[in-house]
């Protein structure tokens, strides 16, 4: 499934648009890796998404992801 099958499959189940569904999950995973009280261990994993250390988009997000539950 494509990302972009990901958005409207998730859009069409909560009765919003694929911007909203996009929107909404950049500002989670903004306050995720804003989150001043994060543990070492978050930093950790944090830094295993997004090399450069820079925050990741959504794409970003789901492809770590998804390869993560692949390899397991």
Known sequence: ??????Y???????GVS???VKDEM?????????NPDKSADVRFNQMKISFNGEKPSVDEFI???SAEI???
């Open 1 to 6: 499934m494509g990302m972009r099958s990901i």
């Open 8 to 14: 409207r499959k998730i859009a069409k189940q909560n």
């Open 18 to 20: 694929v911007k909203e």
């Open 26 to 34: 950049q500002k989670a995973l903004d306050d995720a890796w804003n």
């Open 63 to 65: 492809r770590y992801c």
């Open 70 to 72: 692949k390899n397991k």
